[in-house]
């Protein structure tokens, strides 16, 4: 939750990590502590994650703070002695984490917090809403990429993701993985990115033809003039937009936009006319409740489309809008520390993740474990005492991790349906670090059920 002076509330967390917080104060417990966000369990046809919402993360936490309002409000719930023990609280620890556009697989650590106890537990859930919803979208849009290599996505989704900052985050992650451009002014303005659009239905319904809307349309903006052909009727759209392209003094580039039917069908038609009238260099935009399965489809119809406009069910991640993202406890004042819950279990101790060519064969390994051969760390240095390492990196940085990393996903994890997702294997001092601890924790769970 940013606040208007820039700074980023400590408020946006969840009741009990407060309540955690001002405990381990009150107890003096400020031993330094290092969690780890991963996700435990793929959705079901997804066989990889692309990591994003990093930058957002130390962002915020580079700017953590407690304003006084807040601590007003915090002292109203949790009493005026837990406002004065929060109300110096910063974030002064340090940060791991795969580079934005990284491709990971599941339990493999996205980021790791290492801060005194109070600090590292008061950000969780911050983390994990930035991470979590990112990693989702990019995961969808990078699937589009995947689904439609050389069809140009351009994100239409900002009028139907969740919150105004859902829309901002879309248009940058899709820009990430690959998307040439984005309708969401704001968005474009904010990050730098392409700007695009073309007109609604609506304003061609104002005019008292679609011929005179087309015409003025061309007249006001002859330099990227773009015509919505699918108010009426397709064909009779194209002929006119035909007969105006021919007309008027547009200039390249120039296209027709088919937003509902037979997207299909309604391509072909409107290639062939465009052709038989030597308007060849004209394209052809697409739109209309399009993912990664309806871009499949188009692509094995061989459907004449250059440019797709997507925009809800990326936005939304509309078949998988949740991941299983979690933020645990490892280590704790030098000890490492898991759980040992059915269907939960977590790996101790802070992590690295080994890559050597493609990701099924990547390692889970114990941070100050020794590269094996010919293998590389996904996780890198972030944040050291409460400040970033380096400066945020451009889009394009982001999208040349993305664009390296996808080349290494294997074959049966890029399917869009009979997906099979690679595990990563544990390192030997991991998995014998994991079973001595479990096996320690299991009499005590035993004792304390009895």
């Not at 820039?6 to 381990?24: P, R, W």
């Not at 007003?72 to 109300?87: C, I, K, M, N, T």
């Not at 984005?182 to 990115?193: C, D, E, H, Q």
């Not at 409740?289 to 871009?295: I, R, V």
């Amino acid at each position: 939750m940013t606040r208007p002076d820039g700074g980023f509330s400590a408020l946006f967390t969840d009741l009990y990590e407060l309540t955690m917080a001002d405990s381990y104060l009150r107890r003096g417990m400020r031993e330094s502590a290092t969690f780890s966000l991963y996700v435990r369990e793929l959705p079901m046809h997804r066989g990889f994650l692309v990591a994003a919402g990093v930058e957002d993360c130390l962002d915020a936490l580079q700017n953590l703070a407690f304003h006084t309002d807040d601590l007003e409000y915090v002292g109203s719930q949790l009493g005026p002695d837990a406002a004065h023990r929060l109300a110096g609280l910063r974030f002064t620890g340090d940060v791991i984490a795969v580079p934005e556009g990284s491709v990971v697989l599941a339990d493999e650590p996205i980021l790791e917090v290492t801060a005194p106890l109070p600090e590292a537990q008061l950000v969780e859930t911050m983390l994990l809403n930035l991470v979590t919803y990112q990693t989702a979208i990019a995961t969808k849009a990078a699937r589009c990429r995947i689904a439609a290599p050389d069809i140009e996505l351009v994100d239409f989704s900002a009028r139907r993701t969740q919150g105004v900052e859902a829309a901002c985050a879309v248009a940058r992650v899709t820009a990430m993985v690959g998307f040439v451009a984005t309708s969401n002014v704001a968005a474009a303005r904010r990050y730098g990115l392409h700007v695009t659009g073309t007109m609604a239905h609506s304003y061609i319904e104002a005019f008292d033809s679609e011929a005179q809307s087309f015409r003025a349309f061309a007249e006001d903006f002859p330099d990227r003039a773009t015509f919505l052909v699918d108010t009426y009727d397709v064909r009779d759209g194209v002929r006119n937009a035909i007969r105006v392209i021919q007309g008027t003094g547009v200039q390249e580039p120039v296209a027709v936009r088919i937003d509902s039917g037979d997207l299909v069908q309604g391509s072909r038609a409107a290639r062939a006319l465009l052709d038989d009238a030597g308007l060849a260099g004209v394209k052809i935009v697409v739109s209309g409740g399009l993912d990664e399965y309806g871009l499949e489809e188009l692509v094995r119809a061989g459907a004449p489309v250059d440019i797709a406009g997507v925009g809800t069910r990326v936005g939304v991640s509309a078949d998988a809008p949740a991941l299983d993202s979690v933020y645990k406890l490892v280590a704790y004042a030098g000890r490492p520390v898991l759980k040992v819950s059915e269907g939960k279990a977590t790996l101790p101790a802070s992590k690295q993740v080994f890559r050597s060519g493609a990701m099924d064969a990547d390692v889970i390994a114990l941070r100050d474990e020794p590269a094996p051969a010919g293998a590389r760390p996904l996780l890198l240095d972030m944040m050291h005492a409460g400040a970033r390492v380096h400066e945020r990196p451009p889009i394009e940085a982001s999208r040349a991790v993305f664009d390296s990393d996808v080349a290494l996903i294997p074959a049966p994890a890029r399917e869009l349906r009979c997906t099979v997702p690679p595990r990563a294997r544990l390192s030997a001092p991991l998995a014998a670090l994991t079973d001595e601890l479990a096996t320690r924790a299991l009499p005590v769970r035993r004792r304390e059920s009895d």
